[in-house]
């Protein structure tokens, strides 16, 4: 039986309060209508109404239902956007605002990626992943300064040889 009314918090669902969960340990518990799940689903961003599952619905556990508000195109879209704008920070950060490869000046952004000047990329690999994982924690630790911007090329021939051939003094 819910309380008298004034006796309880606001329910605010996303970090919602813990006494009101333990009252409604799911929010749909209450039984409430205005927070039923519901079978389809308009996308704030294409505009499209879709079935509202885990086939058309991002997962996303601090939404009450489980699932993201935008469609699973539209997320992936924003995701990628997210990682493309993210790159693209990392990368004039360590190039000072012009990127360019510390090796042959290389200085197409497609080409361009970060090398571990004291080669010890492995183990920042298995810790943060290959992606926006680690640009992410780049950003979040204030760009330490063990990188450096080369092209997917001469990173290769450091990768293979220990140095690019372009270097041989490396
Ligand atoms: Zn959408
Ligand atoms: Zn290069
Ligand atoms: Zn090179």
């Given at each position: 039986m819910p309380p008298a009314e004034g006796s309880l918090p606001v329910p605010v669902w996303q970090g919602s309060h813990p006494a009101y969960r333990v009252l409604f340990p799911s929010p749909l518990a209450c039984g409430c209508k205005r927070f039923a799940k519901p079978t389809t689903w308009r996308c704030r961003v294409c505009k499209r109404t879709l079935p509202f599952d885990n086939d058309h619905f991002t997962t996303d556990r601090h939404n009450?239902?489980?699932?993201?508000?935008?469609?699973?195109?539209?997320?992936?879209?924003?995701?990628?956007?997210?990682?493309?704008?993210l790159r693209h920070e990392v990368l004039?950060?360590?190039?000072?605002?012009?990127?360019?490869?510390?090796?042959?000046?290389?200085?197409?952004?497609?080409?361009?990626?970060?090398?571990?000047?004291?080669?010890?990329?492995?183990?920042?690999?298995?810790?943060?992943?290959?992606?926006?994982?680690?640009y992410l924690m780049l950003k979040r630790q204030g760009f330490?300064?063990?990188?450096?911007?080369?092209?997917?090329?001469?990173?290769?021939?450091?990768?293979?040889?220990?140095?690019?051939?372009?270097?041989?003094?490396?």
């Open positions: 009450i239902h489980g699932l993201k508000w935008d469609c699973k195109d539209c997320d992936r879209k924003s995701c990628r956007e997210y990682g493309r704008r004039m950060h360590y190039g000072n605002g012009h990127p360019a490869c510390a090796c042959c000046g290389e200085d197409n952004v497609v080409f361009l990626c970060l090398d571990h000047i004291n080669n010890d990329g492995k183990q920042d690999r298995q810790k943060w992943g290959p992606g926006v994982g680690f330490p300064g063990h990188l450096q911007i080369l092209c997917y090329n001469c990173n290769m021939g450091r990768a293979l040889l220990g140095r690019c051939p372009h270097h041989p003094s490396w």
